[in-house]
């Protein structure tokens, strides 16, 4: 009987072994779409959090606008109305980083107090 169960124990194991790989391999896929899923929801969430944050490569710069001006495709009105409003947009943007500066200022120096 144990010669038997000795002569039988190799193909269990290499059946275990195999079996463990497969469940190893399975898991380790799961894993990698878990992360993978996480990620993207980091992503999104961050981007869904900051929707006033600057996003560059989108609409036009100053010197897009001059050189439409220049070409003739904006009239003087239509140029200096778009260069007011872009001033504009930049002074709210940079009062809102100056704004969140002080606040984490404010923060800091309470937590240092405590």
């Not at 001033?87 to 309470?110: I, M, N, S, T, W």
């Amino acid at each position: 009987m144990l010669t038997r169960l000795v002569h039988h124990l190799p193909i269990s194991l290499a059946q275990s072994t195999a079996e463990n790989s497969s469940s190893i391999l399975l898991v380790s896929i799961l894993l990698i779409i878990a992360v993978v899923a996480l990620f993207i929801g980091v992503v999104w969430a961050r981007k869904r959090m900051n929707p006033n944050e600057d996003v560059h490569g989108e609409g036009f710069s100053l010197a897009d606008l001059r050189q439409m001006h220049k070409e003739g495709h904006l009239s003087d009105e239509e140029y200096e109305r778009a260069r007011a409003k872009m001033v504009e947009h930049l002074q709210a943007a940079q009062a809102r980083r100056d704004a969140a500066r002080a606040e984490a200022a404010k923060q800091q120096q309470q937590r240092g107090m405590t």
